[in-house]
């Protein structure tokens, strides 16, 4: 694993495991239907470290607003390069927006924290133009996948940023590219995807499976 320096100085946003599993159902992968109270929980219990200190430690779990970006039937798609910090996850496609939430000022009550880190990071990632504005930020649940070295020491929390146009460009274009795909051809990148996209999309965009399959 190599991430670099400056990363792994941040403070970042956790939860320690044994404390989770006793606020929501344990599953090795897959998606946890999840709440607000859920979420006011966790952060309730949660707590921040160095970065360096959580990264090979499953005994807490780093919480990632993980923000799938749709306009009406067509979803934003992002492909890390080899710019990206995580190396584990190159050249994956994904559709999650978002990563690591940091301390500001004050830690804001509830599950507007983590809105609020969700839209910083957003906006870290992406521009809207031309009146592209978001529309609605819906939470489905949480994703979890303990069967991969990655995924041990995270939490998704899945989101989806519903924007009123497709006028987004990525601002990183060193860690990524990007480009819209219909629903239905979802299903077509499938293989390439990294572990927490096919969860979302075989939990929450089930019907692009279920349409390529008909």
């Known amino acids: 694993m190599c991430i670099n320096r400056t990363a792994l100085e941040e403070s970042v946003f956790a939860i320690p495991t044994d404390i989770l599993w006793k606020l929501i159902p344990y ?35 780093q919480i990632i ?56 990071e957003f906006f870290e ?32 929390l899945l989101y989806n940023i519903h924007l009123s146009n497709k006028d987004v460009v990525i601002k990183e274009t060193d860690k990524m590219s990007a480009d819209w795909i219909d629903k239905k051809d979802l299903v077509d990148y499938y293989e390439e995807m990294e572990t927490w996209t096919k969860i979302a999309i075989d939990y929450y965009i089930s019907e692009a499976i279920h349409l390529h399959k008909s």
């Open 27 to 61: 599953k090795e992968k897959g998606l946890i239907k999840g709440t607000a109270d859920v979420l006011n929980r966790i952060v309730q219990n949660g707590l921040f470290r160095k970065r360096y200190e959580l990264e090979e430690d499953p005994s807490f779990k």
């Open 65 to 120: 607003p993980y923000a799938i970006i749709s306009n009406k039937d067509s979803y934003y798609v992002f492909r890390r390069i080899t710019g990206q910090t995580e190396k584990r996850l190159h050249n994956k496609l994904h559709l999650g927006a978002g990563g690591h939430m940091n301390p500001g000022s004050s830690k804001e009550p509830g599950d507007q924290y983590l809105i609020n880190e969700l839209k910083r």
């Open 125 to 156: 990632e992406v521009n809207l133009l031309n009146g592209c504005l978001i529309e609605d930020i819906d939470f489905f649940g949480l994703i979890n996948d303990d069967s991969i070295s990655v995924g041990r020491v995270h939490l998704g």
